[in-house]
């Protein structure tokens, strides 16, 4: 009984990269080709194949947009929040680094002013 095939998601910077490998080969070859059949199936595959990449890229692009979407935090970027560090109220105010920070550690307890109550329920 064969094995069932593995998952595995698609590199698309290595995919990309194959499909533009293939793309100037076919350039190549229909540079050297004499044979005008040939010729018009190499034009045909050279169309198909850019098209290929262009799907390739706007699907990287809708997917980076679907998984920015997705991402809530509990600030906007420029307010004002507050962290407990070591019982030490820590004045940060929200932007890209934080937004880092927050993916690493989303269980981080935030507050809108310096006091427990204030603090921020998850995103």
């Not at 064969?2 to 698609?10: A, D, L, T, V």
């Not at 692009?61 to 962290?83: A, H, L, M, R, W």
Request: aromatic share 10%; glycine share 0%; net charge negative.
């Amino acid at each position: 009984m064969s094995k069932p095939m593995e998952y595995r998601p698609i590199d698309r910077a290595k995919l990309t990269y194959l499909l533009r490998q293939v793309e100037i080969d076919l350039v190549s070859l229909k540079q050297n080709c004499y044979d005008y059949d040939m010729s018009k199936d190499i034009k045909w595959a050279m169309e198909n194949l850019t098209d290929a990449i262009q799907m390739v890229d706007k699907d990287e692009q809708v997917q980076e947009s679907i998984q920015t979407k997705q991402k809530q935090y509990p600030f906007n970027d420029g307010d004002t929040y507050y962290t407990l560090e070591n019982n030490i109220w820590v004045e940060s105010c929200w932007d890209c680094v934080s937004e880092e920070m927050h993916d690493e550690n989303p269980n981080k307890k935030y507050y809108k002013a310096m006091n427990l109550e204030s603090e921020v329920q998850d995103a």
